[in-house]
């Protein structure tokens, strides 16, 4: 009975199997402890074999992984995460990748060490002078925008057309770019995606002396008896309607007669006669304008996104002369609505300027001042709001900067006028300079300090600007005797590339 109340530890005590395990347990835990002190005994005398580093040089220093193997190679292999990071803290990121040399060896002599290696910063120039390539030239080879770097490029050969204007337009669902070209025979598309072509493909019959293109609307002054209309340029360009159009012509007919699926084209109401047209937009609130000069006074009219076309606001009643000789709309910041400037007169001292317009904030105005008429009217090629309240002018051969009030801008740091050597027939303004169009070419100078930035000239053609909306278009005709037999009507179509509009 005494051995079965006996528990198994003290029968394995009795026998000696208790007292042997923990005999061994002790004696494994010495040996550990002894070779421990070795190592480390070992270690310290090996440190103290190497010289030491100054405080001074410890910046220029570099973490070697190789000191932390064991002299006999026992031990833990060297924690090269540790090492790694300790570089980055000494050297700094770029410098981390020259550690091929510290882990190929495997002791801790001073020649495996290696010097700081300077970063390589040729990625980073490249990054930064790394330039935006434009991803459209309106179906030519990119020109790069330099100095002196606009050219003219040829896009049509011989064209017989007697072209009055032209616009440029990109189809939002194919993204082609095409040039829209109004001439007296009506109106022509030339896609530039497809130059190799060489097709004018005409889209509406009636002559067009004025266009303006927004979005996928087309806004133009067409007929015998002037009227403003309103096209879908997406409906006209499609292939089936310009087959129909040509056997049928759908657009001669009334707006009345057609149904409403066919009437791609619509005429504005009470545009009868209308002979000048501008647009303008407000940069203060987003607002775009259309302005129609009509026999009774100015008709003005405003885009409306939702119906994607330009509403009629207000007809402002004046009395409106036959011959317009400017008709540009200026937005004053504390107007609701654009004024409207309709001729440019010189001051007795010939340095300022004086504008006629009409305020389209009231609803009568008069045309003129009464005590302006006697002054004269400038011949005027541009007239073209550029800021707040700066306004550019070109008449003659000089081009002003002025405010509302004609009165010229002085700064200290920029010209306020601008002299050519040329008579003055166009003017383009961009973000850094203005590009006068002569007769035989074009020249342009900067804002800042009036020198030349481009210039191109050719005697033996005659130039003339058609459309500067988006795409500057011009046209050119060749100067041939009368006893040849060119066609003297025939005219080349030329863009201008190498350059940046506002």
């Not at 440190?47 to 910046?59: E, I, R, V, W």
């Not at 095409?178 to 896609?191: F, Q």
């Not at 927004?214 to 087959?243: C, E, F, P, V, W």
Request: charged share 20%; hydrophobic share 35%; aromatic share 6%.
């Amino acid at each position: 009975s005494v051995q079965e109340t006996e528990s198994i530890s003290d029968i394995l005590r009795r026998w000696g199997i208790v007292d042997r395990c923990s005999s061994d347990d002790r004696q494994a835990n010495a040996a550990r402890h002894v070779g421990r002190d070795r190592n480390k005994k070992a270690q310290i005398d090996e440190q103290q074999k190497q010289p030491t580093t100054s405080d001074a040089t410890l910046s220029n220093a570099r973490y070697d992984e190789g000191q932390t193997l064991q002299v006999n190679g026992s031990g833990t292999p060297p924690d090269l995460l540790l090492g790694h990071t300790l570089n980055r803290l000494l050297l700094g990121d770029e410098e981390t990748v020259q550690l091929q040399g510290c882990y190929s060896s495997s002791g801790s002599d001073s020649e495996s060490y290696l010097p700081p290696v300077p970063p390589d910063r040729r990625r980073s120039k490249e990054h930064r002078s790394r330039a935006n390539v434009r991803q459209s030239a309106f179906g030519l080879p990119p020109t790069p925008k330099v100095v002196m770097g606009a050219c003219f490029s040829k896009i049509f050969n011989q064209c017989p057309l007697n072209i009055q204007c032209s616009a440029s337009w990109i189809h939002s669902e194919t993204k082609e770019q095409h040039i829209l070209i109004g001439a007296s025979e009506g109106i022509y598309s030339l896609n530039l995606n497809e130059l190799h072509e060489a097709t004018l493909r005409r889209v509406c019959f009636r002559p067009c002396s004025w266009m303006y293109v927004y979005k996928d609307t087309l806004m133009a002054i067409q007929g015998r008896t002037t009227h403003l209309y309103r096209h879908s340029l997406i409906s006209l360009h499609s292939a089936n309607l310009t087959n129909r159009l040509s056997s049928l012509p759908l657009d001669r007919l009334p707006a009345k007669i057609l149904p409403r699926r066919l009437a791609i084209s619509c005429r504005v109401a009470n545009t009868k006669g209308c002979t000048r047209c501008c647009v303008a937009l407000n940069p203060f609130h987003g607002h775009r304008f259309l302005a129609v000069a009509i026999s009774t006074g100015i008709l003005l009219m405003q885009w409306y996104e939702p119906l994607q076309k330009f509403l009629r606001i207000k007809l402002v009643e004046c009395t409106m002369p036959s011959l317009i000789p400017v008709f540009e709309m200026f937005i004053p910041v504390e107007h609701q609505y654009p004024v409207v400037c309709c001729g440019v007169r010189a001051e007795p001292s010939g340095k300022h300027v004086v504008f006629d317009y009409i305020d389209l904030n009231i609803t009568e105005t008069s045309f003129s001042k009464p005590h302006l008429l006697n002054l004269p009217l400038l011949d005027v090629s541009a007239v073209q709001q550029l800021q707040k309240d700066v306004v550019l002018v070109a008449h003659g051969d000089k081009v002003k900067l002025v405010n509302f009030k004609g009165k010229l801008k002085s700064s200290r740091y920029a010209p306020a006028e601008f002299e050519f050597p040329f008579k003055i027939e166009r003017i383009v303004c961009l973000s850094d300079s203005v590009l006068a169009f002569h007769k035989y070419g074009m020249r342009g100078r900067s804002f800042i300090d009036s020198k030349i930035t481009q210039d191109i000239e050719d005697k033996s053609q005659e130039y003339r600007v058609i459309g500067s909306d988006r795409l500057i278009v011009l046209e050119s005709h060749r100067q041939v005797d009368s006893t040849q037999s060119d066609n003297q009507n025939a005219v080349n179509l030329y863009i201008l590339s190498g350059h940046e509009s506002m």
